[in-house]
């Protein structure tokens, strides 16, 4: 019989475990929570200290009956969910359900494992000073769970009432979005500012040539509003000569950065693998948990990944120091160990997230990770080993240029340029940026050797026009940087956070930038209106930081809760008698109705503003609008009244909102059936060709649809007859056909045989009729990757490839 039931959350960290442990122990899953508040009601006795009323999740009740019979054959339970609130609560709850109600000497004892690292040392140093299960750690989780559940069960149903139904409110989600919202209203309000640079393109005795940007005019730093200045001064500089005043290099240092901590894996995966927090995470919690290599079995690659730490333990110090020295030289090797400072309220009981050794280098474990996987390994990697490298170093270069204008005033240009003198830590990795700096500019600049004095020759001035720019929208990376910052939420919440706000559509992703909804905005100005306090972005972190006292043991959870419901409170009572009930809402515009002639106003619906006439009942006219309804006060609605005619029956067009966008749609509906797709562009109208049709001898035409352009008979739908797009391949499988250009359900181009289905060749790359040169297949086909145009062949075993000059690619 085992003697130890060991019970962790998933499967994948289970089988890892269990190869650690030995045949004395058997190793079980819970798959993830095991209690929560059920969804029927509140859940939270307010009245009697916020108790929650947890019950055992509707689909763990099997699993829970298998782990109660499993914990009578054993004489301890160790459990080892997650280090952190979450697998605390995780543990807590186990042990409520599978203690005995009566403890008797026969009972088995729980214990409480930790480990930052699935690894097999650190697993049995765990197991040999196992824990109780931390009590503030539990209640700190219950803190923010009664939290949340509080702000949505009391705010989501004034949003139904209010908005529509569907709707929700979250205690950070919301914070999160209004960051969104504030953001978008900041670039709307933005005026842009007219400036001009100018610079002097010069040579020296030695290569190469060089510019330097008007850094001074006499005292004072150059200004140049418009094109009038600008001209002023190229008519003041005409004819000059351009002498060194000084020249200046100094040793500039960038020092390598601290491994990972949640956050920063976050934005850098954002930035560097175009890979979102959620997917981010869900890679990391793979890596960790434990990936299969070959002989070694199940091996966990990384250590724990939500962590705000950047502290690294002593063993795993002194080996990534060995491998360094090893690998790159003494001269990359610091003389002591790199230490970082974590941020104050770091819980440096974690590590920083980190490879679980560094001497098991991404090319070692390629072969068994996916492709994702092995990405985010090589980014955690090289980072952590960079960390312990030395500074990178710079010669920064600096040469000022004077000269004399016609008018007696004297300019100051200047050039800046670095060049890399020693790569340090650079040799294995840079941090990613969401902009180019200065020091990206400054790398781009290489200067010629000059002296003080030299006299320069000039090339000539090139003067351009700017305009300041808005601040950007936020992606994944800038939104985790400006949630951390402001302390709202913790990293290993961001994940659900970002995926929440999409899929309620409050906001939308727009070329990788989040972009705030319609029904964004207006939640947003709603939740403000009454609880203005609740959403603030301090108050929010400010409850973050009470959720950390409560972990410390240094504040009452309770007490937490009763400061928070009082002010909550009162906030309900507010929202529910004075909240702005948008169903209800109308706005007045300028518009008359198409039909009777009355006023249109604006009004709320399920799917957004529209505009209505305001002699409903008797007249239902309605029309889409397409202004937001947040700005529609100073909204531009006169091309809301331009008239759309239906050219099939003369009737009014209307706007309506399909599947696809937003469309025209004849008013006569449904005796006329005639749209019309708008949005970016309106659509083009069918091209006749000079062709018939071989089916019914009609005109063809060329038409634009969802997927590109056409060629059809002009008679459909009585005639549906559609030209293939034919490539000049013959087709290679059977060559009786013509490959044609084809579109799959989703859209996506794919070639095929056109004799399809007496021939079922098909190929998602574009077929070439040319032999391969290695094994002689009949064809080879085009690809475009990252690295260019290619030319490959496709028969199993031959890896035959050659690059296509991009000039020739078609």
């Known amino acids: ?193 007219e400036y001009w640079t100018l610079d002097a393109a010069l040579s020296a005795r030695k290569p190469p040539h060089f510019d ?49 901590i949640t956050s920063t894996l976050q934005q850098d995966s954002a930035r560097k693998l175009r890979f979102s927090v959620k997917r981010t995470m869900m890679l990391a919690q793979q890596l960790y948990e434990g990936i299969e290599l070959g002989s070694e079995g199940a091996v966990g690659l990384i250590t724990y990944m939500r962590t705000d730490s950047t502290r690294i333990g002593g063993e795993a110090l002194a080996e990534v120091r060995d491998f360094v020295a090893s690998k790159y030289g003494a001269q990359y090797l610091p003389a002591s160990p790199n230490i970082y400072k974590s941020k ?42 960079a960390s312990q490298m030395t500074p990178a170093l710079f010669d920064q270069t600096t040469i000022d240029v004077t000269a004399t204008g016609k008018g007696g005033t004297g300019y100051t240009f200047r050039a800046t340029g670095s060049v890399l003198k020693f790569d340090g830590f650079l040799a294995v990795y840079e941090e990613g940026k969401d902009a180019k700096d200065e020091d990206d500019e400054e790398l781009k600049h290489k200067l010629p050797l000059v002296a003080e004095g030299e006299e320069l020759k000039f090339r000539g001035l090139k003067p351009e026009q700017h305009f300041t720019e808005p601040p950007p929208r936020y992606t994944e990376a800038t939104l985790v940087k400006k949630l951390e910052a402001d302390g709202v939420g913790r990293p290993s919440t961001y994940a659900s956070i970002l995926s929440t706000i999409q899929e309620r559509e409050y906001v939308s992703k727009e070329g990788g930038k989040f972009k705030p909804t319609e029904l964004g905005m207006v939640v947003t100005d709603l939740l403000l209106e009454s609880f203005s306090d609740i959403f603030d972005v301090r108050y929010t972190a400010r409850m973050e930081e009470e959720l950390d006292e409560i972990e410390e043991g240094k504040l009452d959870w309770r007490e937490a809760m009763s400061e928070f419901y009082d002010r909550f409170t009162k906030d309900i009572e507010h929202a529910e008698e004075h909240m702005t009930n948008i169903k209800r809402m109308e706005k007045p515009t300028d518009l008359i109705c198409e039909r009777c002639s009355k006023p249109l106003v ?164 574009r077929p070439v009729l040319e032999k391969c040169p290695d094994c002689n297949a009949p064809y080879m086909v085009e690809k475009y990757l990252k690295a260019g145009a290619f030319l490959q062949c496709m028969a199993d075993g031959c890896k035959y490839k050659r690059e296509i000059p991009q000039a020739v690619a078609v």
Not at 37 to 44: C, E, G, I, Q, R
Not at 159 to 173: I, M, P, Y
Not at 354 to 382: F, G, N
């Open 1 to 193: 019989m085992a003697k130890a039931l060991v019970i962790v959350e998933s499967p994948a960290k289970a089988k890892t475990i269990n190869k650690y442990l030995g045949k004395n122990y058997i190793v079980k899953a819970s798959l993830g929570h095991v209690k929560d508040l059920p969804k029927k009601d509140l859940s939270v006795d307010v009245e009697n200290g916020f108790k929650p009323k947890y019950e055992v999740i509707e689909g763990k009740k099997k699993l829970m009956s298998e782990l109660r019979d499993a914990v009578k054959k054993v004489d301890s339970v160790y459990l080892a969910a997650d280090p952190d609130r979450e697998g605390e609560a995780i543990c807590w709850h186990l042990q409520e359900e599978l203690q005995a109600k009566k403890q008797t000497k026969d009972s088995p004892a729980f214990f409480r494992v930790m480990f930052n690292e699935i690894t097999k040392s650190s697993i049995q140093k765990a197991f040999e000073k196992p824990l109780m299960v931390n009590i503030n750690l539990v209640e700190a989780q219950q803190a923010r769970r009664v939290l949340d559940r509080l702000v949505g069960y009391k705010i989501s149903p004034l949003l139904w009432d209010k908005v529509r139904r569907g709707l929700s409110a979250g205690r950070v989600q919301t914070v999160a979005v209004r960051v969104i919202v504030d953001r978008e209203r900041e670039i709307r309000a933005f005026q842009k500012v």
């Open 602 to 765: 604006i009004k709320w619906g399920k799917h957004g503003s529209f505009l209505a006439c305001t002699g409903y009942p008797d007249c239902t006219f309605t029309r889409e609008l397409t202004v937001d309804l947040p700005d529609v006060e100073g909204a531009d609605l006169s091309d809301q009244g331009d008239e759309e005619y239906c050219q099939n029956c003369g009737r009014t067009m209307v706007l309506k909102k399909g599947r696809f966008g937003t469309f025209f749609a004849c008013s006569g509906y449904p005796d006329c059936k005639t749209t019309r797709q708008i949005g970016g562009s309106q659509k083009k109208q069918d091209v006749v060709l000079d062709e018939k049709c071989p089916n019914c001898d009609s005109q063809m035409v060329q038409k634009f649809g969802r997927f590109g352009e056409f060629t059809a008979c002009s008679n459909y739908p009585t005639c549906k007859y559609v030209k293939q797009k034919t490539i000049g391949v013959k087709c290679p499988n059977c060559t009786d056909g013509e490959v044609v250009e084809r579109r799959s359900k989703r859209g996506k181009t794919f070639y095929g045989c056109n004799r399809y289905p007496d021939c079922d060749f098909v190929s998602w790359a």
């Open 212 to 260: 330097a940007r008007l850094n001074r005019i006499g005292e004072n730093a150059a200004e140049i509003p418009n094109q009038e200045a600008s001209d002023a001064l190229l008519a003041d500089l005409d004819g000059v000569s351009y002498k060194v005043k000084s020249v200046g290099t100094k040793e500039k240092k960038r020092n390598p950065v601290a491994p990972f």
């Open 344 to 385: 104050k309220d770091a819980q440096d009981a974690h590590e920083a997230v980190r490879p679980t050794s560094a001497m098991r280098t991404p090319d070692d474990v390629a072969k068994y990770l996916a492709e994702d996987q092995l990405k985010l390994y090589k980014l955690i990697w090289m980072r952590f080993v």
